[in-house]
């Protein structure tokens, strides 16, 4: 496939050499205590995949965005491991989850970046607290553009490692030939280009694929390409195909698929319309790296019809003129310290 930008060998070949031992310890160490996983943006989808897989190995585990962790009383913070994703560790609100956890759960709130360098505030204040359970991979450089890209991939490789120690990355250095389908419900093949007028997307997962599928929305919204909705296969039944019903002309659906969940895909499109318009991403595998197999396919769709629709993934337009330093300048530290948690 041309124009895929993520480089894959570097990436696959720096989170293979990296020493994940200790945050594998932290992720391993007493599953009984839940896991309270949170990131910003891109990095939400990070921490639902260590909740994906904390739960995999028995525990109980979820991912909110740091405004929502926010909402937790002391006490709730108290109970649980905290994980904190943060590429770079210096926004503000992964700042201020970082100064309450080290306050109230000093022993079992660790974080997860990517970068040692000045600007990482979240690892300076677990230096001044003397703190072990900052994990950093020195040296990872990782190139993004305005939407997270070449991220996600690394973190997901990271987290396959820390949980699966056997997992073998290595298969993953290259995008398949064919990472993805296009098609009609009827099996006539599509191209990109088929899908330029599409305005919304319908985007199906099951186990594997929950942090996939936020991840790719977030993709098409914050390119501005289109806007997205992320349901599970039971929860799409259950009354949102009213949604492909009435827009077969402006929207699509996309399908992650896993070994789990192939029999209810073929079954789920046996109700839909055959003019519907189909994005199927498919992998074999049945492991954490499903999800890392997930993530690279629809990454490659991503820009594909970023490729299609002529949009810049890097620096997306802007008609609205939108000052992009503006959303920063939001006081959320001020206002998280002003409203405190949820009380009844």
Same mark, same amino acid.
């Given at each position: 496939?041309?124009?895929?930008?993520?480089?894959?060998?570097?990436?696959?070949? !720096?989170?293979?050499?990296?020493?994940?031992?200790?945050?594998?310890?932290?992720?391993?160490? #007493?599953?009984? !205590?839940? +896991?309270?996983?949170?990131?910003?943006?891109?990095?939400?989808?990070?921490?639902? %995949?260590?909740?994906?897989?904390?739960?995999?190995?028995?525990?109980? @585990?979820?991912?909110?965005?740091?405004?929502?962790?926010?909402?937790?009383? =002391?006490?709730? &913070?108290?109970?649980?491991?905290?994980?904190?994703?943060?590429?770079?560790?210096?926004?503000?609100?992964?700042?201020?989850?970082?100064?309450?956890?080290?306050?109230?759960?000093?022993?079992?709130?660790?974080?997860?970046? +990517?970068? !040692?360098?000045?600007?990482?505030? *979240?690892?300076? &204040?677990?230096?001044?607290?003397?703190?072990?359970?900052?994990?950093?991979?020195?040296?990872?450089?990782?190139?993004?553009?305005?939407?997270?890209?070449?991220?996600?991939?690394?973190?997901?490789?990271? +987290?396959?490692?820390?949980?699966?120690?056997?997992?073998?990355?290595?298969?993953?250095?290259?995008?398949?030939?064919?990472?993805?389908?296009?098609?009609?419900? =009827?099996?006539?093949?599509?191209?990109?280009?088929? %899908?330029?007028?599409?305005?919304?997307?319908?985007?199906?997962?099951?186990?594997?694929?929950?942090?996939?599928?936020?991840? &790719?929305?977030?993709?098409?919204?914050?390119?501005? +390409?289109? $806007?997205?909705?992320?349901?599970?296969?039971?929860?799409?039944?259950?009354?949102?195909?009213?949604?492909?019903?009435?827009?077969?002309?402006? @929207?699509?659906? *996309?399908?992650?698929?896993?070994?789990?969940?192939?029999?209810?895909?073929?079954?789920?499109?046996?109700? &839909?319309?055959?003019?519907?318009?189909?994005?199927?991403?498919?992998?074999?595998?049945?492991?954490?790296?499903?999800?890392?197999?997930?993530?690279?396919?629809?990454?490659? %769709?991503?820009?594909?019809?970023?490729?299609?629709?002529? $949009?810049?993934?890097?620096?997306?337009? #802007?008609?609205?003129?939108?000052?992009?330093?503006?959303?920063?300048?939001?006081?959320?530290?001020?206002?998280?310290?002003?409203?405190?948690?949820?009380?009844?």
């Amino acid at each position: 496939m041309k124009d895929f930008p993520i480089n894959l060998k570097d990436i696959i070949g !720096q989170a293979g050499a990296a020493d994940v031992t200790p945050l594998r310890h932290f992720l391993t160490t #007493n599953p009984g !205590q839940p +896991l309270l996983a949170t990131g910003s943006g891109g990095a939400e989808t990070v921490a639902d %995949f260590a909740a994906l897989l904390y739960g995999a190995r028995g525990g109980v @585990a979820t991912a909110v965005s740091p405004y929502t962790l926010n909402s937790y009383g =002391d006490e709730a &913070l108290k109970t649980a491991k905290l994980l904190l994703v943060s590429k770079g560790g210096h926004n503000d609100d992964i700042v201020f989850a970082a100064r309450r956890g080290l306050s109230v759960n000093p022993g079992k709130t660790a974080s997860f970046t +990517l970068y !040692q360098g000045e600007r990482n505030e *979240v690892r300076k &204040l677990y230096s001044k607290a003397g703190s072990p359970l900052s994990f950093d991979i020195p040296g990872m450089r990782v190139r993004d553009g305005f939407v997270s890209t070449g991220t996600p991939v690394a973190y997901f490789a990271l +987290l396959c490692r820390a949980f699966d120690p056997s997992c073998d990355l290595s298969r993953y250095s290259e995008l398949p030939d064919r990472p993805f389908r296009l098609e009609r419900n =009827d099996g006539q093949e599509l191209s990109p280009e088929d %899908f330029k007028e599409v305005s919304h997307y319908v985007i199906l997962h099951g186990s594997w694929g929950r942090p996939v599928a936020a991840n &790719l929305e977030g993709k098409f919204v914050e390119s501005g +390409l289109c $806007t997205a909705g992320v349901y599970d296969y039971r929860n799409y039944c259950h009354g949102r195909f009213i949604l492909t019903s009435n827009h077969l002309e402006d @929207a699509a659906v *996309v399908m992650l698929v896993s070994p789990r969940e192939r029999d209810i895909a073929e079954r789920t499109r046996k109700f &839909l319309p055959a003019s519907a318009r189909l994005v199927i991403i498919e992998t074999e595998a049945d492991a954490p790296d499903a999800s890392l197999d997930l993530l690279i396919r629809s990454s490659a %769709f991503f820009f594909s019809l970023c490729g299609a629709t002529g $949009t810049n993934w890097e620096c997306p337009r #802007n008609p609205g003129r939108i000052d992009k330093r503006k959303p920063m300048w939001v006081p959320f530290m001020a206002e998280l310290k002003r409203i405190g948690p949820l009380r009844l």
